[in-house]
């Protein structure tokens, strides 16, 4: 908009006086952010104490220069933990893709609701879905974006109730009983959704894991069988495509033999690892895949895009509208359906945007290429563990997480030392990762899903890990 556009518009109209003066500010500050994400930081900065005061002042009633607030805002993000970052390596984190931020801002312009019909929209969300399917290999009839894999593994689990349980969703349960399956190694979401859906989490079999700590199939079997001859109503089975504790897979096929046989709804919970099924290195490990009734998957994990962007698909035409479907006097029904009748969301944002934009500029070979890069480096990583007597693996990583410890001289209590090293490389900041427990064992995880890591920095991992153990000054494990 030209200077004169800018002096017609109506007084009070809340935008920006001087438009390309802050787009040109913002597009600095996120070439420098960009810039900043290249290689791994020297140190983490602590928040200053401007910031902090700034961060504690009461509501500004008064306005001020829009590009001195989005530099503010630039340096809180700065002194912000950044999954971004290339050695970033903690829980299961991202990449924020460049093209992601554009199409996030694109987005926000627009403001396109997906509770409503949105025309074009609605097509670019159905054709990302399509895309998604097609690069893992799973036969879609339907799906939806969805705010993260809680909520895609609650709408299946929504579903699966439906299918198992017909009508429940407005009777209630009426007497019956339902139940879930999963390994004891799921992410916690899936106690959380059968919570939120009624079932209990007591109903919910946390079934043991084999040597390769993937659910073992005849405690499935026999699960199911035991349930339905004491009355229960099986509700899901929902299988590992990829946990996030070390990445395992559950035996797909096995499992959906077992839900066929028992007619019960197989669900695969891939936030995580399921774009590792579009490789060629881990793709065998998805077998059976295809006979899912529904899966997740978190593009804002192993697809590198930004927050909230997560998909469930669904085989079943139908199954979504039977369980979400409502007709409100405020929300007709027309020719075409609103999308609010497949999702448990109200109004949503168009997520499927930046997937769509990542997909069509980079290409879904890049995306092959950097998942299997991630891999790799898990697997260096791996090896680089079993070579150095100072540290030792715990697991092998089946997809890119890596699992092991530090061995301090004295071996003095392992698990101490081992969370307070993990504290330590966080406050360092040159490299980001957790702990966690694996069978009752402290670790640390080192998850690699950031396309930004480099090989080269890969050293910086056992190197700063060495460094932080041994130094004496406060913050080191060593004086902890
Ligand atoms: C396997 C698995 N399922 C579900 C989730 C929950 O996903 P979100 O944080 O997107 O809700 C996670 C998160 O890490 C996960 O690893």
Redesign the pocket.
Known sequence: MTGSQQADRPSGYASLADRDAVLAALTRLIAEAWESFERPRPEEPAIDDEVRERLALPLPELPADPSQVLGDAARILDESVSPSRPLYLA??GSTGLEVGVLADALTATYDVNLAVTARAADLVERQAVEWVAQFVGFPCAEGAFT?????S?LTGLLAARERALPGCRVDGFAGRQGTVYCSAE??H?VVRGAEAAGIGSSFVRSLAFDERRRMRVPELDRALGDDRATGLIPVAVVA?G???LTGAVDPLAAIADVCERHGVWLHV?????LPAAATEVAGPLFAGLERADSV?L?A??WLGLQ??C?LVLVREPGALEATFGHEEAYMRRDEVRNAVERTLEYSRPLRSLKLWLAFRTHGAAAFRGWIENTVELARELAAEIRADPEFELLCEPTLSTVCFRHLPADRADLDDHNTELAAAAQRDGRIYLASAVLDDRVCLRACFVNFRTRREDLGLVLATLRELALRPASGGPASA
């Open positions: 829980y299961v705010s993260g894999g809680m909520t593994n799921s992410h979401s590992n990829g946990t996030t919970d891939g936030a995580y690892g997740t978190d804002h994990k927050k909230a997560s």
